[in-house]
């Protein structure tokens, strides 16, 4: 079993920057694939950033890619999300998952854990 717990969303103002973390705990952490995925109010769930049990592979939704950055370190347990150039449609928790294939996955079917969730807001 993996457990999941996101930090660091808040408010900014556009064009500002938040570091999103997933401290992860359990003794297969290393082997799964980590993504991260956001819901906005009335919105349905949408993929974020993905990456690989090993860090070496990533993928990103296209409109996060370039201004957002997925990371990983085994030695935390921890996954992060760096978030720059931060926009108003930005806005919505953000959540952390744990996939057991290993693979940066890009449908949330293939994901087994998720944390609670972390709220972003972005105001104009």
């Known amino acids: 079993q993996v457990q999941l717990v996101e930090s660091g969303g808040g408010l900014v103002q556009a064009g500002g920057a938040l570091r999103l973390s997933c401290a992860a705990s359990?003794?297969?952490?290393?082997?799964?694939?980590m993504g991260w995925f956001r819901q906005g109010p009335g919105k349905e769930r949408e993929f974020v950033a993905a990456i690989s049990w090993s860090g070496g592979t990533t993928y990103y939704e296209d409109s996060m890619k370039g201004r957002f950055t997925i990371s990983r370190d085994n030695t935390k347990v921890t996954v992060y999300l760096q978030m720059n150039n931060l926009k108003p449609e930005d806005t919505a928790v953000y959540y952390c998952a744990a996939a057991a294939s290993g693979y940066p996955e890009i449908s949330p079917h293939e994901y087994q854990y998720w944390g609670q969730g972390t709220q972003v807001t972005v105001s104009s």
């Open positions: 359990g003794r297969t952490f290393t082997t799964y694939g």
